[in-house]
């Protein structure tokens, strides 16, 4: 079946732009996760969203990054007025409900560069 | 502050003998851990886990150690195979504020693992 897919896979961008990047994830999975990878590091937590719903969005760096998931399936990660710091791998990840243990499903992730 | 942290950067083996991937935590309060591995331009792939109540879990090839009085872990893969030369991360989740669940996962730097034929 259908893994998790983001769009697009490679956004260029210029400084104090506005982006929007696009996760679909497994269907029927009810968790999704949204990580900022940037180069020599791990993927790093931004937000968590249970259904609808943002559960934990500590992660966010500021208000210019803000998500959404109206429909509890596709979310989109907003980034209003990006900075150069900004560029990273944008990755998303799902799971089929909420449970720590469960495994999460990523996917191959939005590199973003802002120049 | 790191609260995972895979200190060696990379590792180089040979194809058939042991590689051991290392990974240690500060937080208390993790007590579910993981390994992905991850291949240029794709996502972090889910190797293996291992719940704190345990000090062992194995998978075919991979073998996860965790040793909870020194907050470390550690990844084995007997035979390495040149395929698996990829990204390692290590990863944790725990409890969270109010004793909320769920599966935020605090990861490290990851380990880049090169099996030469």
């Known amino acids: 079946g259908a893994g998790v897919s983001q769009t697009p896979s490679n956004k260029v961008t210029e400084k104090g732009k506005y982006v929007e990047l696009r996760c679909d994830p497994i269907?029927?999975?009810?968790?999704l996760y949204w990580y900022r990878q940037s180069l020599g590091q791990g993927p790093e937590f931004l937000i968590y969203?249970?259904?609808?719903?943002?559960?934990?969005d500590s992660g966010l760096p500021n208000d210019r990054f803000f998500a959404v998931r109206p429909e509890g399936s596709v979310s989109t990660l907003k980034i209003q007025r990006t900075e150069r710091g900004d560029s990273a791998v944008y990755l998303c990840?799902?799971?089929?409900?909420?449970?720590?243990?469960?495994?999460?499903?990523f996917g191959p992730g939005t590199r973003l560069l802002v120049l | 502050d790191q609260q995972v942290k895979q200190n060696s950067p990379s590792l180089s083996v040979q194809e058939g003998r042991i590689s051991i991937l290392n990974c240690d935590y500060t937080?208390?309060?993790?007590?579910?851990f993981l390994w992905y591995k991850k291949y240029p331009a794709e996502g972090p792939t889910f190797l293996i886990s291992?719940?704190?109540?345990?000090d062992k879990n194995e998978d075919g090839r991979f073998t996860v150690f965790l040793n909870k009085s020194a907050k470390h872990l550690s990844l084995h893969i007997v035979p390495s195979q040149p395929g698996d030369s990829a990204v390692y991360f290590c990863?944790?989740?725990?409890?969270?504020?109010?004793?909320?669940?769920?599966?935020?996962?605090?990861f490290g730097q990851g380990t880049i693992l090169t099996v030469h034929p």
């Open positions: 990840a799902s799971s089929p409900g909420q449970g720590r243990k469960e495994t999460q499903y």
């Open positions: 269907s029927g999975h009810t968790a």
């Open positions: 969203f249970q259904g609808t719903g943002a559960a934990d």
């Open positions: 937080n208390s309060m993790f007590d579910y």
């Open positions: 291992i719940s704190s109540i345990k």
């Open positions: 990863a944790a989740s725990g409890f969270h504020a109010g004793g909320t669940s769920y599966g935020k996962l605090t």
